[in-house]
C-alpha cells in the first residue's frame, strides 16, 4: 500500500516548520487569524502523529520502526534519517500534546502576534526532530535549532528580568550541547568507517577508555537540560521570567529532552561506561530530589517554587535510570511522561492566575479562591498529582522508581535502603511546599498587608473588611473583584491535561504498553555489560557501601571475553 511508504515522520516533523514560513504572508488585518492558522496547524500535526502510531507502529517490537533515510549532506556523511521506537513515541505524542495546547494558552497574545507564533510552530518541529532523529549529528543540529526559538521566547514575551534569563538559558545550553558534537563525531568516527547512524553507531566496539569520557561529556550536556544539579540554575530563571505558555513547553517537553538523551545515546550506545557511572547518577538523583524541595521552600514566587519543584522531580528520572531494572527505568520514561503533563498544568493555571493578579508573588496574595474557585480546584488537582496522589499518574511513576530501585539486585543492601530512604524524605518534602503554596495563594498566609476596605466599599452583605480578598496589589471583596473565573478555554486546556494525569494514574498501561518491550530490551544490554565487567574486576562496586552481586546462572550465560 502506498500509505507504507509514505514519509510519515518526515511529514510530522516538516509540517509545522514549512507552515509557519507562510505566516509573514498571512492576511491578518485585525491580528487574530494568525492564532487560528497556528493552532490548526498544531492540532492538524498532533492528529497525524495519532494515526501513525495508532496504524504504523507495533510497541511489541523493539528495534527502530517507520525509518526513512535520505542523504542530506553526503560530502560530511549527514543524513536526513529518522525513526521511532519505544523511547520516542510518548515523548513525540507528549511533544505534540504539550505545544498544541500551549499555543492554545497564548490566545491572548497581541504582541507580535505574527513572530510569536511563528517561533512556537519552528519550536514544535524542533522539540519532534530531536526524538526522531537516527543521525546523531540531525539529533544535534535539531537540538541547536531548539534553542533560538526559546531564547527568542523568553527574551522578548517574558518578564522583567527576561533578557538577563534568556541570556542564562541560551549560554547554558549551547555550551553544554558542544559535548554533542564532539561525543557524535568521536563515536562516528571510531573503528575506521565513519557512520553518524544510532543503530550503527550502538553495534560498535568501543574501549573503556574512549566511553568513559564520551559518556561524562554527555551527562553534562543532557544533565543541563535535565536540571541536574548543580547545573540547572538556569531553568528557574528561565521560568520566573518566561510566559505560561512557554513555561508549559519548557518543562513539559524541553526538561524531557535531557532524560530521553541519556537513555537513548548514554545508555544505549555506551552500556560500559553506564556500569561506571550508575552510582553517581543515582547519587546525583537523590540530591536533586532532596535539594529542589528544600529551594522549593525558599521560593516566593510561585513559579520559582514549581520550577525548584520540576529540579526535584528529575532526580526521580536519574534514579530510575540508574536503578538496573525493568521497572526502574520503565518509572523513569514514566516520570518523564507524568511530570510533562503535571508541569504543563501547573505553569499553566500559574499563567491563570498572574493574568488576574498581575504578580507572581504568593506574598501578594491570599484568599482569591474565593473569586476564582474554577482555578482553586484546578489548581489543587494539579498540587495534589505532582505530590503524587494515589490515582494520579506521578505516583504511579515514583512508586515504580522506586521499586525498582529497591529490587535492584546489583547495589548492596545498604546502598539502596539509604538511597531510598533519602528519596522518601524529598518525597515527603513535596506536599509541604505545594500545600503551603495552596494556602498562601488561595486562602492567605497572613503574610500578606492587611486588607483595608473603605466604608463605601462595603455593601450590607459584607458588614465585616476581613472578608477582603488580597486579590494582587489590590484589596477587593469577593464580589467586586474585577476578573473573573476561569474561562471556558482556560478550563479545557486544564482538563485536557488532568484527564490524562487521572487516566494513566488510574490505568498506566496507557502510557507503559507503548515503551515497556523497549525499555526491558535496554535493561538486558546494560545487565549483560555489568556481567562483562564485573568478571574482569569483581569489586568494581565493592568501595564504600557498594557491593557487587551477581547471579550464576546469570554469569553463566555471558561468555568470558575481552571487555572492550
Same mark, same amino acid.
Request: charged share 25%; net charge neutral; no cysteine.
Given at each position: 500500500m502506498m500509505t507504507e511508504h509514505f514519509p510519515w515522520l518526515t511529514a510530522i516533523v516538516l509540517l509545522p516548520l514549512v507552515a509557519s514560513l507562510l505566516i509573514p504572508v #498571512? &492576511? +491578518? &488585518? +485585525?491580528?487574530?487569524? @494568525?492564532?487560528? *492558522?497556528?493552532l490548526g496547524v498544531a492540532i492538524a500535526d498532533l492528529i497525524l502523529m495519532c494515526y501513525v502510531f495508532w496504524q504504523h507502529y507495533d510497541a511489541g517490537i523493539a528495534t527502530f520502526q517507520l525509518a526513512e533515510k535520505y542523504a542530506w549532506v553526503p560530502q560530511l556523511g549527514i543524513n536526513w534519517a529518522v525513526s521511532v521506537d519505544g523511547l520516542s513515541v510518548p515523548l513525540v505524542l507528549l511533544a505534540g500534546l504539550v505545544t498544541t495546547l500551549s499555543i492554545f494558552a497564548a490566545w491572548q497574545v497581541d504582541r507580535k502576534p505574527r513572530l510569536f507564533y511563528f517561533l512556537m510552530l519552528v519550536l514544535y518541529s524542533a522539540q519532534i526532530g530531536v526524538f526522531v532523529a537516527q543521525d546523531i549529528l540531525l539529533l544535534f543540529i535539531m537540538w541547536?535549532?531548539? $534553542? @533560538? &526559538?526559546? *531564547? $527568542?521566547l523568553v527574551s522578548i514575551w517574558g518578564g522583567p528580568k527576561r533578557r538577563y534569563a534568556a541570556t542564562k538559558f541560551l549560554l547554558y545550553t549551547a555550551l553544554a550541547s558542544i559535548f554533542i558534537l564532539v561525543a557524535g563525531l568521536a563515536l562516528g568516527f571510531y573503528g575506521g568507517n565513519p557512520t553518524f547512524d544510532m543503530a550503527a553507531l550502538a553495534l560498535k566496539n568501543y574501549p573503556l577508555a574512549l566511553e568513559l569520557p564520551i559518556y561524562a561529556g554527555l551527562l553534562i550536556a543532557f544533565g @543541563?537540560? #535535565?536540571?541536574?544539579?548543580p547545573m540547572h540554575t538556569w531553568l528557574p530563571d528561565a521560568h520566573g521570567e518566561a510566559s505560561a505558555p512557554v513555561s508549559m513547553? #519548557?518543562?513539559g517537553v524541553l526538561l524531557k529532552m535531557g532524560g530521553y538523551g541519556l537513555i537513548r545515546l548514554n545508555l544505549e550506545m555506551l552500556p560500559h561506561a553506564h556500569i561506571y557511572f550508575a552510582p553517581v547518577l543515582a547519587t546525583v538523583g537523590v540530591v536533586n530530589i532532596i535539594y529542589g524541595a528544600l529551594a522549593s521552600f525558599a521560593q516566593s514566587n510561585m513559579k520559582r517554587r514549581l520550577a525548584y519543584s520540576s529540579v526535584s522531580h528529575m532526580g526521580f528520572v536519574l534514579l530510575g535510570i540508574a536503578s538496573f531494572t525493568d521497572v526502574g527505568i520503565s518509572g523513569a520514561l514514566l516520570q518523564m511522561l507524568s511530570h510533562g503533563l503535571i508541569a504543563a498544568v501547573l505553569f499553566f493555571l500559574a499563567g491563570v492566575t498572574y493574568d488576574r493578579t498581575h504578580t507572581l508573588s504568593m506574598e501578594e496574595m491570599g484568599g482569591i479562591a474565593q473569586v476564582m474557585p474554577k482555578v482553586f480546584a484546578l489548581f489543587t488537582i494539579g498540587a495534589m498529582a505532582s505530590l503524587a496522589l494515589p490515582g494520579m499518574s506521578g505516583f504511579v511513576s515514583e512508586i515504580s522508581v522506586f521499586v525498582g530501585v529497591t529490587t535492584s539486585d546489583i547495589y548492596s543492601s545498604t546502598f539502596r535502603t539509604v538511597t531510598v530512604f533519602l528519596a522518601a524524605v524529598g518525597l515527603m518534602l513535596t506536599p509541604v511546599y505545594l500545600l503551603s503554596m495552596l494556602r498562601q495563594v488561595f486562602y492567605g498566609s497572613g503574610v500578606a498587608p492587611a486588607c483595608v476596605v473603605t466604608s463605601t466599599q462595603l455593601r450590607t452583605d459584607y458588614q465585616d473588611s476581613q472578608e477582603a480578598v488580597c486579590f494582587g496589589t489590590d484589596c477587593v471583596l469577593p464580589g467586586e473583584a474585577r476578573f473573573g473565573d476561569a474561562r471556558p478555554r482556560e478550563v479545557f486546556i486544564a482538563v485536557s491535561f488532568l484527564v490524562l494525569i487521572i487516566g494513566i494514574g488510574l490505568y498506566p498501561k496507557l502510557a507503559t504498553q507503548m515503551y515497556d518491550v523497549k525499555t526491558v530490551a535496554v535493561n538486558a544490554q546494560i545487565r549483560e555489560s555489568y556481567v562483562q565487567i564485573a568478571q574482569s574486576n569483581p569489586r568494581i562496586y565493592a568501595s564504600g557501601f557498594l557491593a557487587p552481586r551477581i547471579d550464576k546462572p546469570e554469569l553463566a550465560t555471558v561468555p568470558t571475553g575481552v571487555l572492550k
Open positions: #498571512l &492576511p +491578518d &488585518p +485585525d491580528g487574530k487569524r @494568525v492564532r487560528w *492558522y497556528a541547536e535549532i531548539e $534553542l @533560538v &526559538p526559546v *531564547y $527568542l @543541563v537540560k #535535565l536540571a541536574i544539579f513547553v #519548557l518543562a
